[in-house]
């Protein structure tokens, strides 16, 4: 069974950084696909980006291409994503996710099995 369990959240200042880690344990994860999703509060969740665990080809929303980065560290099985010129507009329950779709990358939440807790961040103006 595979788990993932975000961190990193917290509260920033609109144009801080902020870099989420999305820690997986339960199996071998070489054919899934790891992505982020964030749900602001009354807004349905959201793709942001997505890789598979054994390719270099990240996968993101485009209004977050440039200023969100995603990557991975596959010696800690542990998937990151890396915020910048974060705003008031990226506050939201950021999860961890991931799919078995073997031919793409999957950007709709319901294609995907596996899903951490989620980590709250927070972006003052």
């Known amino acids: 069974q595979v788990q993932l369990v975000e961190s990193g959240g917290g509260v920033v200042q609109a144009g801080d950084s902020l870099r989420l880690s999305c820690t997986a344990s339960?199996?071998?994860?070489?054919?899934?696909?790891i992505g982020w999703f964030r749900q602001a509060p009354g807004k349905e969740r959201e793709f942001v980006a997505a890789?598979?665990?054994?390719?270099?080809?990240?996968w993101y929303t485009d209004s977050m291409k440039g200023r969100f980065t995603i990557s991975r560290d596959n010696a800690k099985n542990t998937l990151y994503l890396r915020m910048n010129r974060l705003s008031p507009g990226d506050t939201a329950v950021y999860y961890c996710?991931?799919?078995?779709?073997?031919?793409?990358?999957?950007?709709?939440?319901?294609?995907?099995?596996?899903w951490g807790q989620g980590t709250q961040v927070t972006v003052s103006s």
């Open positions: 339960g199996g071998s994860f070489s054919r899934y696909v």
């Open positions: 996710a991931a799919s078995d779709e073997p031919y793409r990358i999957p950007t709709y939440s319901r294609e995907y099995n596996y």
């Open positions: 890789m598979r665990w054994n390719s270099d080809s990240p």
